[in-house]
């Protein structure tokens, strides 16, 4: 099946001082239709910079997109289209949610016209009231008729969150772009909007471009997911192959580090060190200054994605029997020395 | 933060005796009253930690904002050291100030953006412990170091160049800046990404061992309160419904607020997704008029009509675990399961044949 959005060797670019700095630098992505796609990393690694890429919504004008395509089915090259015919492709093909609701609601609008507005501004003619309604139960709303003239501060975060689901999704796009769009809200509402967004890819065939840094959320949603770091995708797997056997060490790593209420963890694992600046970024493989089998090859060149079972590693040691115990053998490291 | 610490034997570090706290809201209805914590008693042991778990309006922190003298509670009292915060003397209370700190979740608003990092750092190590300028600046590098922040790189960084996590571990550098005794984290590393949260976690752990430092962790993740806490305490509107031992409460919980807990925390496990796991329906009720009987009921998927009228006793297991549930026993030993987020079906006790 051909896929719905297709990036290919994506470069994004910031005009800085010293010159450009490539903050996502050649990165590859499939979303397949009906698919949820993990996107994920640790802050600073160029997730929410390769969605921002999709629409064009970078967060300053200094950012630009410098290189590759990104193609989306029946719509054509997106990184090539006008502002214009970008904004026909909004909504219409591609909805997008945030990490908090509160901010991309106008606290001055009702919840009715600010759902409506969608398709007032794609020229859908007549009274949306019916509709809107309708969109706001399917999101699991109580009260659809009544709601449409409550204003944003009424209603809890999970509520905005289901009304932000609703307007993204009024003119029925096939692909949803999601940015960490549970972070903020209470667990028991997390799983409640995870569900509905599961529940919606059942129903409308939606798919779904996930962005999180929580492998919990990511084990729950995903059928597919994308590790990034600093600007490139390390690993491309499948769901259960990521976590029975991942093989890239930065996603071994941030596994190690993942909390979950089953089962106290026998240290709190941290990788050492910080995502590298993009203004200097190490030579070779960009994980090395942090990785704890890395060797001279890894210093000087800069490894490709290979195919493991169920996707890609960028890691030249990714077949290495070491790989497994990677962090298993290192001492846990300390910021606070022991005085020794 | 032992696995096997109990409660302390001891007198406790600090404890909340009895605390409720309202609120007097405006609303379409006139002028009401709203409870935000209801009758809650609390005592947090020396180097010991405790986490405090529940949804948004639980009343979580509120709890936190009265051991930190930040509200003062409207009945009940809280005591350090076994002195009421009411009637300590002023230079007790100037002690309590320096050894009781808190980190916030939201650090934007708590640093002052017109200082430095390292000044808003030094400052506490200069009041509090009269260190001289070039003392508190060397201490405040070793801090910002032990956060995982390099000293020279963020000292004379102002607080909008930080990115949010960043500026969480300036916010915990800080805290700990006073020697504190006892630390309230109210949601401090939920916004953090994995790897920053373990460091951030084990930098609050080294400083427990090292220094006797008590966590009171009010959070939402239950991944953290397994990794971190000796003893949990869960809250329902106002109420503790339940507490024991982490290990206790999130193995054999024994209160159905905390099944339902557990059951929404996403597990990183593909293989175990929540569409097989029970799901709470609806949302907090106000705490303005909170539900007659068992707080719970509206969402309790196991309610009977007991539930809907009588408050529920607090059931005391062996092990220290107390739950405020009709069927406390009957939800621990498994008797009672929670019905799946798909079955209509009422819940029943199954007789033991």
């Known amino acids: ?340 | 933060m032992a696995p096997d610490t109990a409660a302390p034997t001891e007198s406790p570090l600090i404890a909340a005796v009895d605390v409720s706290r309202t609120f007097t809201v405006r609303g379409a209805a006139g002028r009401r009253r709203l409870r935000a914590v209801d009758g809650v008693s609390l005592a947090v042991g020396r180097a010991e930690t405790v986490a405090v778990v529940g949804e948004s309006g639980s009343g979580k922190s509120t709890l936190g904002r009265m051991f930190l003298d930040l509200l003062a509670p409207t009945s009940g009292r809280v005591e350090f050291e076994g002195t009421d915060l009411r009637a300590m003397s002023r230079s007790a209370w100037r002690r309590y100030r320096r050894e009781v700190q808190v980190v916030f979740q939201d650090t934007g608003s708590s640093l002052n953006p017109r200082r430095s990092i390292g000044s808003s750092v030094m400052l506490p190590l200069q009041y509090n412990l009269g260190l001289r300028p070039s003392e508190a600046r060397r201490r405040a590098a070793e801090l910002l170091d032990m956060v995982g922040l390099r000293a020279e790189t963020f000292l004379d960084r102002s607080p909008l160049q930080l990115s949010g996590g960043q500026r969480q571990r300036v916010a915990i550098a800080r805290a700990m800046a006073s020697d504190p005794k006892f630390i309230v984290a109210d949601e401090a590393v939920s916004a953090l990404d994995v790897s920053v949260r373990s460091q951030v976690l084990r930098v609050m752990r080294d400083l427990q061992v090292e220094r006797g430092v008590s966590f009171l962790f009010i959070t939402h993740d239950l991944g953290v309160v397994r990794a971190v806490a000796d003893r949990v305490v869960v809250m329902y509107l106002g109420e503790i419904v339940e507490s024991g031992t982490a290990d206790a409460v999130l193995d054999t919980p024994a209160h159905p607020y905390t099944k339902a807990l557990l059951a929404a925390a996403p597990r990183p496990d593909p293989t175990v997704r929540d569409e097989q796991r029970s799901r709470l329906t609806g949302e907090i009720p106000s705490p303005v008029d909170p539900p007659p009987g068992c707080r719970f009921h509206t969402r309790c998927p196991l309610a009977q009509d007991i539930c809907r009228t009588t408050v529920p006793p607090v059931e005391r297991f062996d092990d220290g675990t107390e739950s405020a549930c009709h069927f406390a026993r009957h939800v621990r030993s498994g008797e009672l399961t929670m019905p799946l987020a798909d079955d209509a079906g009422e819940a029943t006790i199954e007789e033991k044949a």
């Open chain 1, 1 to 340: 099946m051909d896929p719905l959005l297709q990036i290919t060797d994506l470069v994004v670019q910031a005009a800085g001082r010293r010159g450009p700095v490539n903050l996502v630098d050649g990165v590859t992505l499939q979303v397949r239709p009906g698919e949820i796609v993990g996107l994920v990393g640790e802050s600073g690694c160029g997730k929410s910079m390769t969605a921002s890429a999709i629409m064009q919504l970078f967060p300053t004008t200094a950012v630009s997109i410098a290189g590759g395509s990104i193609h989306l089915r029946d719509a054509g090259r997106l990184d090539a289209m006008s502002a214009r015919e970008l904004r026909a492709v909004r909504g219409a093909r591609i909805g997008m949610i945030f990490q908090d609701p509160s901010t991309y609601l106008d606290p001055l609008m009702t919840i009715g016209r600010q759902v409506a507005e969608g398709l007032r501004s794609h020229g859908v003619a007549g009274d949306h009231r019916a509709a809107v309604a309708r969109l706001l139960g399917q999101m699991g709303l109580p009260d659809p008729e009544q709601l449409l003239r409550r204003y944003p501060h009424e209603l809890s975060g999970g509520q905005r969150q289901r009304v932000l689901i609703a307007a993204a999704l009024a003119l029925e796009p096939d692909l949803l772009i999601a940015d960490e769009p549970t972070t903020a809200l209470d667990v028991t509402v997390q799983s409640e909007i995870l569900a509905l967004l599961r529940d919606l890819r059942e129903r409308m065939g939606l798919s779904i471009l996930f962005i999180t840094h929580d492998f919990g959320v990511v084990a729950e949603m995903c059928d597919r997911v994308y590790v990034m770091y600093a600007g490139r995708v390390a690993e491309r797997r499948d769901i259960v192959d990521v976590f029975a056997n991942p093989r890239h060490p930065y996603t071994i790593g941030l596994l190690r580090g993942t909390l979950s209420p089953s089962a106290r963890p026998d240290e709190l694992f941290a990788i050492p060190g910080a995502v590298p600046d993009p203004r200097s970024m190490p030579s070779g493989c960009r994980f090395n200054t942090r990785c704890p089998i890395a060797v001279d090859r890894c210093r000087a060149e800069q490894p490709p994605l290979v195919e493991v079972p169920g996707g890609a590693a960028a890691c030249w040691r990714t077949d290495d029997p070491e790989l497994a115990t990677a962090w298993t053998d290192q001492p846990v490291p300390r910021e606070v020395s022991d005085g020794a």
